[in-house]
């Protein structure tokens, strides 16, 4: 005779603590979505939640001067014909309102088309 174990009981158990009322709505959302149980719905909720954290990119910013700032996009921008601010400050590990108000300043001053 060949007993299988059922997948429930192979995944490992882990306790876990919830504010009550972050709880009852878990409990009212499983009842609207008809699923099974709160382990479905927690296990559905982290297997998205690492999915979306797989996917993001982390950006480590740096402290810049703006002197350095503004020689680090020019050197960036050099050879290519187009980037994003955005792209810019996330290759540099940049201040995003950084970036804009350097590369502002550089159109203003021609040395970078808008």
Do not use: N
């Not at 009852?24 to 709160?38: G, H």
């Not at 921008?77 to 201040?95: C, F, N, Q, W």
């Amino acid at each position: 005779m060949h007993c299988m174990q059922s997948e429930a009981a192979r995944k490992p158990t882990i306790s876990l603590r919830l504010p009550r009322p972050l709880l009852e709505e878990i409990d009212e959302l499983v009842r609207r979505t008809r699923m099974r149980s709160r382990t479905e719905f927690l296990e559905r909720a982290v297997e998205t939640y690492v999915d979306e954290l797989r996917e993001a990119r982390v950006v480590v910013v740096k402290p810049w001067t703006t002197g350095k700032a503004r020689t680090a996009i020019l050197r960036y921008l050099k050879g290519r014909r187009a980037s994003y601010v955005t792209d810019v400050a996330e290759a540099l590990g940049m201040d995003l309102e950084l970036a804009f108000q350097v590369v502002r300043s550089l159109v203003k001053e021609g040395k970078v088309v808008d």
